[in-house]
């Protein structure tokens, strides 16, 4: 065993076979717990020694599986080159796919991986016989892909090397797609989740370049760069899969790049897949310009619902919420019932003695869970401390911490001491002021969906 090896939180819970809450726990409660070795505050580093010995001395049963093992060594190299030096691991496939997944998790931010909820969806809406991703990062929607045959595109070196070893049958070619296509055929079909955040894709070098059919993609636009970049690699007639951010049907220096597509009938739908994020559903057109396509709020049965016609004006906006009547639906259903609670009564008393919540929860150990504003969860015995009491000081803690903050210091912040009577009392007027604080949030997000439904035209004053 390599003497460095480390694990995060998240890595002493699959040892133990146990939830990351679990671990927080123990962090907290056990003063013997391994001092972090690393990492930061959010996603400290401990030495896989120090943690074998600790769950050994308190009798919690692990097991540390080779995979693991050859994990945690992998962790050891600058993170930096965390990436090549998994590229390098000679291993059997299902140890090499741990390992990818594992390094997805500790790149999330850096690699910013299809979710794989997303890629179902986007697997369910289009495949073929061939298919191609030009931008196929670490390979995880080819890799989803049912294909015979497999295509992909890869600027980054390294991952263009993680995705050969994910997909030995593949083809998978490195370099700039977009600058420098080595793709030389058509696919079925088309998947793609761009790096559509890259403002310096290439505008100047691609001025003139053929397949820009539907036009010259603004310089800030690198999405619409994409989408017919990815219709080029489609059969005429094949299907197009593009994970493109919700602004990309609505932004105005793209309007004219939307109108063509939809003249043409390059548009089959735009479905939000998650906040923020739309999948668009194209084909290489062939034949008759479709009348309608699908503008969908989420994904479901994929039927035509708006008018090409009515979308052609001076915005020329694919939101799927644009042209929806869910706000003022909404709105017309929580109207009726909507209330705001009263404030509770309070009075000005002499200060009580004062204790901390750290105290709090280390003289009522127990089973029954409370939870924090920030996920965090405090096992207590309700009989020596009031659950309603505790989550009332954690929220007033936390609502106290400078704009912006997560982060509180449990043991020190200072709260009343009270009996258990008094917690109980205070625990009452806790959870008044929460159901008030939940009905002001309620009556902010009705403010919104009002002025949506007003300014849609959807709904009026009675």
Not at 263 to 291: F, H, M, S, Y
Not at 315 to 343: C, I, K, M, W
Request: hydrophobic share 40%.
């Amino acid at each position: 065993m390599n003497m460095d090896e480390t694990v995060n939180a998240g890595d002493i819970a699959r040892l133990a076979d146990v939830g990351r809450a679990a671990v927080s726990n123990w962090r907290r409660r056990f003063e013997d717990f391994p001092a972090p070795v690393g990492g930061t505050a959010s996603s400290p580093l401990y030495l896989l020694r120090d943690v074998e010995a600790w769950l050994r001395r308190n009798g919690k049963p692990f097991r540390v599986s080779p995979a693991e093992r050859l994990w945690t060594q992998l962790r050891t190299v600058d993170d930096l080159k965390l990436g090549e030096a998994l590229a390098n691991v000679q291993t059997d496939a299902k140890t090499f796919e741990f390992l990818h997944e594992r390094y997805l998790e500790a790149h999330s931010r850096l690699l910013n991986p299809t979710p794989p909820e997303v890629v179902e969806l986007v697997l369910a809406a289009v495949d073929g016989d061939t298919v191609i991703d030009p931008a196929c990062g670490t390979g995880n929607l080819l890799m989803a892909s049912k294909a015979r045959n497999k295509i992909g595109q890869e600027l980054d070196p390294v991952s263009a090397v993680i995705a050969r070893r994910r997909l030995p049958k593949a083809q998978i070619i490195t370099g700039d797609s977009l600058r420098h296509n080595g793709i030389g055929q058509k696919a079925d079909a088309v998947l793609c989740d761009p790096p559509w955040h890259d403002r310096t894709w290439g505008h100047e070098e691609l001025v003139g370049d053929a397949r820009w059919t539907y036009g010259l993609p603004p310089r800030g636009e690198p999405e619409l760069a994409w989408l017919q970049h990815c219709l080029s690699l489609a059969k005429p007639g094949g299907q197009v899969a593009v994970l493109l951010p919700s602004a990309a049907a609505n932004r105005r220096p793209g309007k004219r790049i939307r109108g063509n597509l939809l003249r043409a009938g390059a548009i089959k739908a735009v479905i939000t897949v998650q906040p923020g994020r739309d999948l668009w559903l194209l084909r290489n057109p062939i034949g008759r310009v479709p009348e309608q396509i699908a503008l969908l709020e989420s994904f479901g049965p994929i039927e035509p619902n708006t008018r090409v016609i009515d979308l052609l004006d001076d915005d020329v906006d694919l939101s799927p919420g644009r042209h929806s009547r869910t706000d003022a639906t909404a709105y017309l259903a929580e109207q009726p019932n909507f209330a705001v609670p009263s404030l509770p009564e309070l009075r000005e008393q002499a200060s009580p003695p004062m204790t901390t919540i750290g105290e709090l929860i280390r003289n009522a150990p127990g089973a029954h869970v409370v939870t924090s504003p920030t996920g965090a969860t405090y096992e207590i015995d309700p009989a020596k401390l009031d659950p309603d009491f505790l989550e009332g000081v954690l929220r007033a803690a936390f609502a106290r911490t400078p704009t912006g903050s997560t982060r509180l210091d449990v043991r020190r912040t200072q709260v009343p001491s009270l009996p258990l009577a008094g917690q109980r009392r205070y625990g009452q007027t806790f959870a008044q002021l929460k159901a008030l604080e939940n009905s002001l949030q309620e009556a902010a997000g009705l403010v919104r969906l009002g002025y949506a439904g007003l300014l849609g035209g959807q709904i009026g004053p009675a």
